[in-house]
């Protein structure tokens, strides 16, 4: 067998169906047997980025659903590879699981500087969680077994495996054996801890049924570790109030009486001033990120903090702790769910300064919801979400891109459904939107996806409308378009003295555009065409893109500005 | 701009012999904006398993932890420990060449009884000289840097008592 034979043995054994990939020298052996045995459905992005988000997307989607699959994309050598460098580094900040591999220039002139040759290893070591370069054939089908076992176990993550052309085309010898059911990666370094030590269990439990001020904290490790109902059921029966990352956004319903929405740097007054003001912090699965902490000598000053968290070095690398959990965080909850010493506790004091809290921003946002546009008339992005989450009931899988469309969204979705909020969050890569929900469409076929993006991100991978056309896939696009790079734009507004350098943004003719790749299209200019926008969209049968035209002074609100504390929160607009 | 000096650590790794491994340990530690002060690898006594000893300063015993965790969160990293002052032998050999005048060589080695590799007419010395970085410092200076011709150190090994 060759080496190209046994990459796809590896991959089909693993549970793959899509491959996401674009061909070049280095890796079309692999891609011409992909084609004799017709074993997967291949995907052409039309740029290798878009792979990687379409890779992302399959694998964050899926994750929840009964076959859960790791995105696989493709690459040739040196260029192809070196385009796929966003989407992975990406990946690695949010921990997605995901395998790339990449064709290499043959061994033998390797670090020649040969035809396309990039040192992939080199670049690539510092942005994903494994890389591997096999030299020979034989060490082709363990490597990519090891590659799902790493990138899958723990903390999720990228990996990639350079495969040099030599490596693909040869044979292995005749006592070449492999039994995937056997193997079992040798790694004695690789530290996996899912199970909670009993004892500090205990002391966790122990502080939440002695606090008075409790917030537990729901991040991606809740969404990767499944654990989302188990999460909602410990806040019912401990009656603790649950803020959200961004990431932790969709692991239980967002409206739900102790949910307080997002945290940070754009969350909820209710959130921030609950975390400002608590006792005890229970995170579960998130690792304390500068949006979401503010300053950091400011942070929650009188809250102990309990952390549960399946990477050791995440525990007290941002925040110290009380109590370091270090397991996954389903098996957590698990435990402490059923401990026979956890009390519940009306809490009412806490409970009502958490109510009153929501009302502090309630009335404004009702009357901009109320009123749906701006002083110029043009409409306000989250009262385009606001009625997109009440005519979807707020069940459908929401894919922002990178921006003030992606915190309107974060902020103003209803989120019902489990998993269903897949956003770029520690790297905030623009452009990610398009292809990672053509991703999560592939994964979650029977849900609809909206792929929400700004004037911006959407310009930054819009090529894969192509892939869209071509696979016809069903996703429902939204361009917000405010002219601007609006996050920025809000930046120069607040801290730059309303210079806006770099942010206004020319988009081109949409309809064209839609027209193009053969999608039907609707510019939504006016209040009273927006739910009919709407209901168009998810009545065609197949991708549609609507286009609103919003207001470009809108701002998200609350904002913590970078770098202050909770308490310089900017709550309402300042006057002009 | 003047830089306090900060207290010297000695982390000790056993890792996996690989290509790449310290490629990708230093990489970590530079992104952690350390400058290495010495790093020696060598065998350890398991088969396919190497010793890296690793010296830098750092004065935050949190910050110490960090590259620690971050280190063993590192397939190819096996284990990863800081290896405390008091409670270890922290070594490095030197090998030193320098013209020195006899009288003054022998007066000098009384006092160090470092070994002799080579003694060239004209007051040449090639010696080497093992020992706690502060004896070799030491012994450098009293050797005096105008006389010296060329200076060799291995950087700081170190182990547990
Ligand atoms: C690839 C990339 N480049 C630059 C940025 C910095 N950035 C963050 S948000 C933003 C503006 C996004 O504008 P747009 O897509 O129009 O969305 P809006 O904020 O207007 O909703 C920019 C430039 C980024 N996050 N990603
Ligand atoms: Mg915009």
Sequence with gaps: MKGTELVLRALHAKGVKYIFGYTGGAIMPIFDEMEKQKLFTFIMPRHEQGASFMAQGLSRASLSTDTPQIGVCMATSGPGAMNLVTGIADAHMDSVPMVSITGQVATGVIATDAFQESDVVGVMMPICKQTYMPLTTEEVEKTVHEAFYVATTGRFGPVVIDLPKDVQVQSVGEKYSFNPKTFRPKLPGFYYHPSPEREVVHQAIEMMNRSERPVMFCGHGVISSNAGAMLQEFAEKTNIPVAFTLHGLSAMPVDHPLSLGMMGMHGTVEANRAIMNADLIISFGMRFDDRVTGKLNEYAKNADVIHVEIDPSELDKNVATTVAINADVYRTLHVMLHDPELVSKPRRRWLKEVADNRKVTLDGVAEELASGVGDDGKLLMKSIISRLSDITAGKDIIVPDVGQHQMMAARFYNYQTNNSWFASGGAGTMGCSLPMAIGAKLARPDERVWSISGDGGFQMNMQELCTIMEQGTDVKIMILNNGYLGMVRQWQTLFFDGRYAGTPMTSPNYELIAKAYDLPYQKVTDLDQVDAAIRAAIDHNGAYILEFICDPSEVILPMIPSGGGFGDMIVSRPKS | ?161
Aim: aromatic fraction near 6%.
């Design chain 2, 1 to 161: 701009m003047t830089v306090k000096k900060m207290k010297r650590r000695a982390i000790l790794a056993f890792v996996q012999d690989k290509p790449g491994t310290l490629n990708k340990i230093s990489m970590m530690i530079r992104r952690k904006m350390y400058n290495v002060d010495t790093l020696t690898v060598c065998k350890a006594k398991a088969a396919g398993v190497s010793r890296m000893t690793i010296t830098l300063r750092e004065d935050d015993e949190t910050k110490v932890l960090q590259v620690i965790r971050q280190l063993e969160k590192f397939t190819e990293v096996i284990r990863a420990k800081e290896l405390d002052r008091e409670q270890s032998y922290w070594r490095e050999v030197a090998i030193i060449k320098f013209e020195l005048e006899k009288k003054a060589f022998e007066k000098l080695q009384k006092k160090y009884q470092v070994e002799i590799l080579d003694a060239q007419p004209h007051d040449i010395y090639i010696v080497q000289i093992a020992g706690p970085t502060e004896r070799i410092d030491s012994f450098l200076k009293d050797v005096g840097s105008e006389h010296f011709i060329e200076i060799a150190r291995t950087g700081v090994t170190a182990m547990d008592k």
